[in-house]
């Protein structure tokens, strides 16, 4: 299933939980979504549970819009 872009609801309420803004969010079906802060940290959330962390990167498959989000 290709990832769909998460709507502003949804972005709130990842905001709400984590205290940080976060940019932009993906789901890919399921209950796990993900998500990117403005200092490009990746994290996920799981809405059923509430639980979420980061991703330490190992092995992170970055989308093109990455590169919106680096530094010059």
């Avoid at 949804?10 to 940080?20: A, K, M, N, P, V």
């Avoid at 549970?49 to 970055?62: K, M, V």
Wanted: with cysteine.
């Amino acid at each position: 299933m290709s990832a769909q872009q998460l709507g502003a609801k949804r972005l709130r309420q990842i905001e709400r939980l984590i205290g940080e803004p976060v940019l932009r969010g993906w789901s890919h079906g399921g209950y796990t979504l993900g998500f990117v802060t403005p200092d490009h940290r990746h994290g996920w959330w799981d809405k059923k549970t509430d639980e979420w962390g980061w991703h330490d990167n190992t092995g992170l498959i970055h989308y093109t819009s990455c590169r919106e989000f680096e530094d010059g």
